[in-house]
């Protein structure tokens, strides 16, 4: 997710004629994006409009240029629920026309949003973002970007909690539960939801929210996407910043300060409950070419100034470069954006570092820093051209604290369990020819860090930061959304997430699914994390 820039529009262009000459298309599946046109509801076709701006953006307007590879037979463009109901009824007639729906495109997963020769389902017009001063809710589209949702509710002084970075889709965020610079206030993005408008297998239209369909809305608060198809979201908003103003940016580290950095970002874990107003990512990142070693480092504040103590440690290290800033929560998202390439093909991978009180926490974290460094130069002479790059996403206690104050989500995280660290493993490279290999060095990267934790710490009563009676122990295998889980937004298609979901809300979570979508049109149509 969070890379340096290097473009490469180019060769997708390039591709582009490859790809879609390459796609074979069904008469089940023309016929269906015939009866979808038909039904007076925007579709371009692979056939006739392959060079159409509006196809192509939908067809390669992805983070991760791997999921340009597939072809849409068609694309639909809903601007309603009835009409995504409408999609979904066309859909039950043709039961071996596969699809996919697309909000941001963001998530790597290839099928996750796109889809080769079936329908393609692009939420881009119901993008509209309201605000309801009354309740203070904001009712939004979930093919709206953050950058949108933050800009349209700016004027009011007030914020949903949002993705980090502009560009971001609503949709596939929300599902996946999202982490946001506002969760240390107000817990996951998923947890600000009170309302959910979706469109079920039977293309009934529903809404989920505490009292109408509670077991639909507690599955869909971070469940994923196999449940319905959601047109819109109803969230609560915050107030935002000092009269608008927020405080943060981004700055840059040399690799020499690496010890320094990972120190610092587990002091600010231990600490986060002193002021939940600020957070940080902190990046590493190593290209195979140069042997470039860099710290990419995300601030924010919720205010125009920040308090002495709260981010000292960083403040102490030399910069390469320094944006941080008083500005505006949008401009703030905007700026994010220029780390957000496109043009490349992206692996994302997941897991969950314990936050060890220190010294023993900042022990445990720059071994695993330097453990992931070793392993990535160590391949770099058969791998030129590869970026890989890691992210350390403070997650304390007080996030799932604010969960369970919101009613509980579905990844059944337990605040007793204290201080964790989610971990993103990002590999980035040009074509197709190094698929196989990103795979698994993926997997190889963090299977190696797993179990270096695993012998390291596990199995000596070692508990987190702010850990709390009746909390597990490392290594405990709690079964409590702790160590084990595996966030979703950051997962890779072969993990297991929902399984590592804690409170035994996997076998919740299914019979919800099952009983929304008794002939598997979600599940067994469109790509996602599945209920096996």
Request: charged share 15%; net charge negative.
């Amino acid at each position: 997710m969070f890379s340096l820039p290097s473009p490469c529009s180019a060769l997708i262009a390039a591709t582009y004629f490859l790809t879609v000459s390459a796609t074979t298309v069904s008469s089940n599946t023309t016929a269906a994006c015939t009866a979808i046109s038909g039904a007076s509801i925007e579709t371009l076709s692979l056939s006739s409009d392959a060079l159409n701006p509006e196809f192509v953006d939908a067809k390669n307007h992805y983070w991760s240029a791997a999921n340009a590879d597939l072809s849409p037979a068609c694309a639909a463009f809903p601007t309603s629920a009835e009409e995504v109901s409408s999609i979904v009824s066309t859909l039950l007639q043709y039961p071996d026309v596969k699809f996919a729906v697309k909000s941001g495109g963001h998530n790597p997963n290839v099928g996750w949003s796109s889809v080769d020769g079936g329908v393609l389902i692009v939420m881009s017009n119901l993008g509209n973002t309201t605000f309801n001063p009354g309740d203070n809710t904001a009712h939004v589209g979930p093919g709206a970007r953050w950058k949108d949702v933050i800009g349209a509710l700016e004027p009011y002084g007030v914020a949903v909690v949002s993705g980090r970075l502009g560009d971001v889709g609503v949709g596939g965020l929300t599902l996946g539960g999202g982490l946001s610079f506002l969760s240390g206030q107000y817990g996951l993005v998923c947890d600000n939801v009170v309302n959910y408008e979706v469109v079920l297998a039977n293309a009934s239209i529903v809404n989920a929210n505490a009292s109408n369909n509670p077991d639909l809305f507690f599955a869909l608060k971070g469940g994923g996407n196999q449940f319905g198809i959601v047109t819109s979201f109803t969230m609560k908003t915050h107030p935002i910043g000092t009269n608008g103003q927020v405080w943060g940016g981004i700055r840059s580290y040399a690799g020499i300060y690496s010890e320094q950095i990972i120190n610092a970002t587990q002091a600010f874990t231990e600490n986060y409950f002193h002021d939940p107003k600020a957070a940080v990512i902190v990046t590493g990142e190593v290209a195979i070419d140069t042997l470039l070693e860099i710290f990419v480092v995300f601030f924010f504040y919720d205010g125009e100034t920040v308090p002495a103590g709260v981010f000292d440690a960083f403040n102490a290290i030399p910069t390469i470069s320094d944006g941080t800033k008083t500005q505006t929560y949008s401009d703030l998202l905007n700026g994010d954006d220029n780390t957000n390439l496109y043009g490349l093909r992206y692996l994302i991978r997941g897991a969950t570092l314990p936050n060890l009180p220190a010294p023993t926490g900042q022990s445990l974290l720059l071994t695993h820093y330097n453990t992931w460094k070793a392993y990535v130069l160590l391949n770099s002479p058969l791998h030129p051209g590869f970026i890989f790059s890691l992210a350390f996403q403070p997650l304390p206690a007080i996030i799932p604290a604010h969960s369970a104050e919101a009613g509980g989500n579905a990844l059944g995280m337990d605040a007793r369990n204290g201080d964790f660290i989610w971990m993103e493993y990002d590999v980035s490279w040009l074509t197709a020819l190094g698929d196989e290999d990103a795979h698994a060095m993926a997997i190889n990267i963090t299977a190696t860090g797993k179990a270096q934790v695993a012998q390291t710490y596990g199995g000596k009563g070692l508990v987190n930061s702010n850990w709390q009676a009746g909390g597990a122990s490392i290594g405990e295998g709690d079964g409590k959304g702790g160590e084990n889980l595996y966030f979703l937004n950051d997962a890779m298609y072969d993990q297991e997430t929902l399984q590592s979901y804690g409170e035994g809300n996997y076998e919740t979570l299914k019979a919800v699914q099952r009983a929304v979508d008794p002939e598997g049109l979600f599940w067994g149509r469109t790509g996602g994390f599945k209920f096996t």
